[in-house]
């Protein structure tokens, strides 16, 4: 087996960190998640959705495990998120210095 075809668990750190930084981003932005909800989650989605086929047509397992663990931890991360999107949004700003909504 290839390296490059094993799973990695790097790619689900990465999208679990960067997913983090723009929910936090988006929460001190005073659009209520629009942004966020309607624009980010979506196309970020279809992305990984379309990474899928392929690395299951390559017949790269490891891919596929690593790019399906990306978009759980995207989705349970998101979906955190819009639960509790005030309070994050609260916390942030209190912890940025900026006078919250």
Request: net charge positive; hydrophobic share 60%; glycine share 4%.
């Amino acid at each position: 087996m290839v390296e490059a075809d094993r799973f990695n668990w790097r790619f689900a750190l990465f999208c679990a960190l960067g997913t983090f930084i723009v929910c936090v981003l988006d929460a001190l932005w005073e659009v209520d998640g629009f942004l966020y909800f309607f624009l980010f989650t979506p196309l970020a989605s279809l992305s990984l959705l379309g990474f899928l086929p392929s690395a299951l047509i390559r017949k790269k397992r490891g891919r596929f495990v690593s790019v399906l663990a990306m978009l759980a931890v995207f989705w349970a991360i998101s979906a955190g998120s819009v639960k509790n999107h005030s309070a994050i949004r609260n916390t942030a700003k209190m912890v940025l210095m900026v006078e919250p909504v």
